[in-house]
Structure formats: C-alpha cells, structure tokens
C-alpha cells in the first residue's frame, strides 16, 4: 500500500459487514482520508428515541467499543434498564443496553434541540473519538418498508422481531422521493480528491440500495472520476451474516457474488468488483458484465483480515482509477500515475 499518497476513499456501509471493512479502511488510511456514508433506512423511533443502528454499528466499531459477538450494540453491555423496563410492561423486543441507551437518548436530545442528524452524529463522533467521518446518507427520513408474504413489516419489525422469518417480495423506502442526499457525502462523490468509492460487503437490498436510491446518487457514482468498487456480502453461496442470501433467493436471484454483481451493474454501477477465493470460479461471468474483478479472502475475522482486505480493495481500486478516466470519456488524471 503506497501510503504516499493521500488517496481519499468514501465507503457505502450498512449492518455488521460494512463496518468491518470501514474498520479496516480507518486503519489502513490517514483519518481524514476516509468517509463512512451510513444507510439511514434501518433507523426507527423507538420508546421515544431515535435509533440509528447502521450509524451506531459503525461508530462503535471505528471507537473499538463494538459488541463482537451480536455485531451491535456495545461491548460490555448490562442491561438494567431493559430489566426495569419490562417490569413496566414496556416493548423490549428491541434490546437497548444501557451504554447503547446513552447514544439513543444523547442523539434524541441533538434533535429534539433542532440540529440535523449529520451534526448529532457528528458531536457523537467527537466525543468517542472517531478520526474518519462518519455521515448519514441523508438528513431527512428514509424508512425501509419490507413487503413479504404475510403484508408490510416496518424494517426492525421485519429484522428483529420476526428475525427475518417472512418471505420477502420486495422493498420500498418511505421518504425516498423528497430525502435529499447528505451534501457531504454527494459532493465528496464528485470531488476530485476521492481517489476511491467503495461498496462495502452489506446487505445490497436493505443496507445498500436505500443509498443508492437517493436522488442523483446513481448518477453521481456513474459520473465519478473515482472508480467505484463492490466487495460482495455473498461467500460460497452465503451471507456472512444477516438476510441478503435469503433474499436473494426469495426474489428469484442466483444467490451468488456474480449475482451481487449483476444487481449493482444493471444500473452501470461498477467500475470494480471484489469477491472472495471460493467464488473464484465466478470471475468470468462477472468480467463479462464488463466488470473487472479481484479474488481474494474476503472473510473478516481479525483485525488483520479487515485491514489486508482494506488494503487490497484500495490498491485494487486505484489500479482502476485510470479506467475509469475512460468511463467517464476523458483522459485519466496523472493522479494515478
Ligand atoms: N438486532 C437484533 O437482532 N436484535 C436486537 O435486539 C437488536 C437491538 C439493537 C439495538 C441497537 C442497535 O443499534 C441495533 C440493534 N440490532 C438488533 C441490530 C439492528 O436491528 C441491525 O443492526 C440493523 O438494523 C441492520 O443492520
């Protein structure tokens, strides 16, 4: 990894996936050189707060203060208010900790005081001492509707509550059509100091498209000189962790990397595409979308894994920004040279 070179990346992140990899960006860029975009969709009110859990999963993974074993949530957990609450008879369906409770109650206060989402996230970050920025994919709400055999479920009912038990159908984001893409995060597509835009290994229905569905964020990442670079959430036929191969396989997909694949570059999304050493045999038919690849390990389980895996999408990446010079009709900067 050539760390002369400043190389500004901003990663698309949603769930548990997303965040190891930003994990392994953080450490393997200067802070300031990374730009975590959060998928918003996932977030609910809740007991009278506002929960953000793919903006918590990554700040508590970025402060080294994640739950290991749930993937969120806070380590070191207790549960004393949870406890009290059910003896109230409260919902406790959805389990708040009490350090995790302090993130809910502090955010819900930045707003209930009239600052935007991006500046509560922003003080968060500050006080756990985050160095990347962390943004929300947008100011205003998007609710991620699942439709499924049995009806609509809001997202945490269909992600928690019913543990992901119904068949899916098909997807709708509330809010879509008036949400306006964070500005940062849309004008650092567009600038020419991004040297890298990476899709992180999330659930590409529930955590990715939702970003995607912005308005001009396709077309900004169609139109960027940065190339743009998936790692796919499917291993060998799997999901690491969460729905997205059950999903795949409800809407009648191949649940594979290439059909990840095949899901960004129908809208010509692509510049790059990462997957790991059991679907290697899959490179072929994803090169054939015109989709240059890179197979290697993919599963992050160590602090290690995450930062190789870093490494290797960036460097992967930036040995692509000169075509993408061509995707964009003009000639490659020299900033890859
Ligand atoms: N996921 C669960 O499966 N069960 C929970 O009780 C739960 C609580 C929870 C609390 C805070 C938070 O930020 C996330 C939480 N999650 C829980 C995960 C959450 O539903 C998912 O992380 C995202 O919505 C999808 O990535």
Same mark, same amino acid.
């Given at each position: 990894m050539n760390e002369a070179l400043p190389i500004h990346c901003v990663a698309l992140s949603g769930g548990v996936g997303g965040a190891k990899l930003a994990l392994g960006?953080?450490?393997? %860029? &200067? /802070? =300031? $050189? %990374?730009?975590?975009v959060c998928n918003t969709a996932d977030d609910f009110?809740?007991?009278?707060?506002?929960?953000?859990?793919?903006? =918590?999963?990554?700040?508590?993974? %970025? $402060?080294g203060i994640s739950n290991r074993v749930t993937g969120w949530g806070q380590a070191h957990e207790t549960w004393s208010f949870l406890e009290a609450l059910s003896h109230l008879g409260g919902e406790?369906?959805?389990?708040? /900790?009490? #350090?995790d409770l *302090?993130?809910?109650? +502090?955010?819900?206060?930045?707003?209930?005081? /009239?600052?935007?989402?991006?500046? $509560?996230? =922003? *003080?968060?970050c500050r006080a756990l001492g985050i160095a990347a920025r962390v943004l929300p994919m947008s100011d205003d709400p998007v609710r991620t509707i699942v439709l499924t055999e049995t009806g609509e479920l809001s997202f945490q009912h269909y992600f928690v509550r019913d543990a992901c038990e119904p068949a899916v159908s098909g997807f709708r984001f509330d809010g879509i059509d008036t949400a306006r893409p964070q500005a940062a995060f849309l004008s650092a597509l567009e600038d020419q100091a991004t #040297?890298?835009?990476l899709v992180c290994p999330s659930n590409p229905f529930v955590s990715v498209d939702p970003v995607l569905a912005l308005d001009g964020v396709e077309e900004a990442l169609r139109r960027a000189a940065a190339p743009v670079v998936a790692v796919s959430p499917i291993i060998g036929g799997a999901a690491i962790k969460? &729905?997205?191969?059950?999903?795949? $396989? +409800? %809407?009648g997909m191949p649940v594979t990397a290439a059909g990840v694949a095949r899901h960004y570059q129908e809208r010509d999304l692509l510049d790059g595409f990462v997957i790991d050493d059991a679907d290697a045999g899959q490179a072929a038919e994803i090169e054939d979308l015109g989709v240059p690849t890179l197979v290697t390990g993919t599963v992050m389980e160590t602090l290690a894994d995450r930062e190789r895996l870093a490494g290797e999408t960036m460097d992967f990446a930036r040995g692509l920004g000169a075509r993408c010079g061509d995707r964009a009709g003009t000639s490659p900067p020299e900033r890859f040279a």
């Open positions: 960006l953080s450490r393997v %860029l &200067p /802070g =300031d $050189a %990374l730009t975590v009110d809740h007991l009278g707060l506002r929960i953000c859990p793919d903006l =918590d999963t990554v700040m508590y993974t %970025l $402060a406790t369906w959805f389990r708040l /900790g009490d #350090r *302090a993130t809910h109650v +502090e955010r819900s206060r930045w707003l209930r005081a /009239g600052e935007t989402l991006t500046e $509560a996230t =922003d *003080a968060l #040297r890298a835009i969460g &729905p997205a191969a059950k999903m795949m $396989a +409800e %809407l």
